[in-house]
């Protein structure tokens, strides 16, 4: 089944694809919004789910965390990361490592891989990814 999510993640140019049951929903906005959205408004569809992610910083391992995925592969995924979701227990495979995730213009750290860094725990990191989201939507 995840060979098949990868396979739609990239023939659909997805940024993530999530499968629960026989509920595959795509994804396609920037950074960890979808997956905040779907912890905030749904969690329930995370529990148990597969994910199929392109990209997987902190605070994205920390919200399929928190939201009990039951296994993600990335096809790149930042070292913190994979130690965070390796700590939690959670099945993760992965095409590249990469030490940090780069923001957009590949011109510094992702916003969100910045805020969680030096945080130790999901929830830490979802009051700061919280924040971040919050700042963004509302100016």
């Known amino acids: ?74 096809d790149v995924i930042s070292t913190p990361a994979l130690s965070l979701l390796h700590q939690y227990g959670l099945p993760v495979s992965f095409n590249q490592e990469t030490d940090r995730i780069m923001n957009r213009n590949k011109d510094g750290l992702c916003p969100v891989e910045t805020l969680c860094l030096n945080l130790e725990s999901p929830e830490e990191m979802l009051t700061e990814i919280r924040n971040f989201i919050n700042k963004i939507t509302n100016g």
């Open 1 to 74: 089944i995840m060979t098949a999510l990868i396979n739609l993640l990239h023939e659909g140019g997805y940024s993530c694809v999530i499968r629960k049951g026989s509920d595959t929903r795509t994804f396609h906005k920037r950074g960890v919004a979808d997956l905040y959205e779907l912890l905030s408004n749904e969690s329930e569809f995370l529990c148990g789910s597969l994910i199929a992610d392109k990209v997987v910083g902190k605070g994205a391992a920390a919200l399929m965390i928190l939201g009990k995925a039951g296994e993600v592969h990335a």
